[in-house]
């Protein structure tokens, strides 16, 4: 029988990030090593503006920030994660991030930053497993992209986990994300990745780089 009971999802990610410790959770990396391999491809400018999609409390940022590049915007629908991201970070460091609480399937602010030049997601894009939120995902992403600028969306494999954090997730190959994003994005680089958790577990992704072309 299918679950029809609403969750809350602002109410199950800051209780997530509450009541763990962040570098136990399944989704932890010391290294955002995928992803900034991916940004490197995308040559951009030190200011060009990038965008963390479920930033959490992720070490990508901190990266982002050692790599000196200066227009960095994190959003996450959970304020105690990226509270939690801002306290890993030193004054002067927090400065240089723009930090934006709010869900990117029906967005409030995030649709307000204008035209950026990166998209990146790592943990939300799978989540989302009504058609109503995936066309809420992939109408901001569109709004916001500009031409010429790069998308980024790193999702559970086919075959792999079928749930996270409690959660039913939607699992995906670079076709099947390609299909989302349509003729306007041109599939640049994928690969698959085998993630490690902390716990030791296996979980397989499949990373992708797009770029808007019209």
Known sequence: MKNDIKIDYKKHWNEIYSKNDIKKLGWYEESAKPSLDLIQKCNLNKDAII????????TLILELVNNCYKNIIATDISEAALTIAQNNLRDEEKELVKWIVDDITDPEYIKEIGAIDLWHDRTVLH????????EGYFSTLKHLVKIGGFVIIAVFALGGAQKCSGLDIVNYNHKMVSNFLGDNFKLLH???????????GERPYVY????RII
């Not at 994928?190 to 030791?200: C, D, K, R, T």
Request: glycine share 10%.
């Open 51 to 58: 965008l963390d999609v479920g930033s959490g409390a992720t």
């Open 127 to 134: 989540f989302l497993t009504e058609e109503k939120q995936k």
């Open 190 to 200: 994928y690969f698959p990745y085998l993630y490690i958790q902390p716990s030791g």
């Open 208 to 211: 992708t780089l797009f770029q």
